[in-house]
């Protein structure tokens, strides 16, 4: 049998109503990934965790506001609010989340130059994270995503996943979108089209 890992992508403050990039609905998925921790063998958690200043804020961009975009090396960049600083309430986990039973947290988004949304690469889809390696080590073969936001980070989790060879799956009802400019018909398309298994709609 795959050993399967449980993935709990950002459900943090600041990406459930009231935070500073709120989701709409997004404190919906807390209790759903509870009710599911204990069926997986293996569950890691991740954590959206930039420095003051980073440079997917919109705030270090002269001239521009949020959810514009800009031409990072590494392609194009969407500006967010400042959001998920590391340290802030706004970084911390939901507090109806149930942390206790994580294997493993991974903290992502540290380097001030580069945004990272998947939990495996930064968005230069090259430095790793090291997730890769721990599943890999405890043997892990398949993944099933959750969490926050199903068209950003949960969406290049996933598309990262099924390009390590992963089986990855991603449970709709345990996940919401931000949907920028169609971002999520966009996303569920490509996961789609790289194999990724959409459950749970
Ligand atoms: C996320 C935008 C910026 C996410 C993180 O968790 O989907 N989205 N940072
Ligand atoms: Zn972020």
């Given at each position: 049998?795959d050993k399967?890992?449980?993935?709990?992508?950002?459900?943090?403050?600041?990406?459930?109503?009231?935070g500073?990039?709120?989701?709409?609905?997004?404190?919906?998925?807390?209790?759903?990934?509870?009710?599911?921790?204990?069926?997986?063998?293996?569950r890691?958690?991740?954590?959206?965790?930039h420095?003051a200043?980073?440079?997917?804020f919109?705030?270090?961009?002269?001239?521009?506001?949020?959810?514009?975009?800009?031409?990072?090396?590494?392609?194009?960049?969407?500006?967010?609010p400042?959001?998920?600083?590391q340290?802030?309430k706004?970084?911390?986990?939901?507090?109806?989340?149930?942390?206790?039973?994580?294997?493993?947290?991974?903290?992502?988004?540290?380097?001030?130059?580069?945004?990272?949304?998947?939990a495996?690469?930064?968005?230069?889809?090259?430095?790793?994270t090291?997730?890769?390696?721990?599943?890999?080590?405890?043997?892990?073969?398949?993944?099933?995503?959750?969490?926050?936001?199903?068209?950003?980070?949960?969406?290049?989790?996933?598309?990262?996943?099924?390009?390590?060879?992963?089986?990855?799956?991603?449970?709709l009802?345990?996940?919401?979108?931000?949907?920028?400019?169609?971002?999520?018909?966009?996303?569920?398309?490509?996961?789609?089209?790289?194999?990724?298994?959409l459950?749970?709609?």
């Amino acid at each position: 049998m795959d050993k399967t890992a449980l993935l709990v992508i950002d459900v943090q403050n600041d990406f459930c109503p009231g935070g500073a990039l709120a989701v709409a609905d997004g404190d919906a998925v807390v209790g759903v990934i509870n009710a599911m921790l204990a069926d997986f063998p293996v569950r890691v958690f991740t954590q959206d965790w930039h420095p003051a200043g980073h440079g997917s804020f919109a705030s270090s961009h002269p001239g521009k506001a949020a959810f514009e975009t800009t031409e990072m090396p590494y392609g194009t960049q969407v500006l967010w609010p400042d959001h998920c600083v590391q340290g802030t309430k706004g970084a911390a986990f939901h507090p109806d989340l149930s942390t206790e039973p994580a294997d493993l947290i991974i903290r992502k988004g540290a380097n001030p130059a580069i945004d990272s949304y998947s939990a495996f690469f930064e968005n230069d889809r090259t430095t790793p994270t090291g997730l890769e390696g721990y599943l890999r080590t405890r043997g892990v073969e398949r993944l099933v995503l959750t969490g926050l936001a199903t068209d950003f980070c949960v969406a290049y989790s996933a598309l990262d996943a099924a390009r390590l060879g992963f089986a990855a799956e991603v449970r709709l009802d345990a996940c919401r979108a931000i949907d920028l400019d169609g971002s999520l018909g966009a996303a569920l398309d490509q996961m789609r089209a790289a194999g990724v298994t959409l459950a749970g709609a």
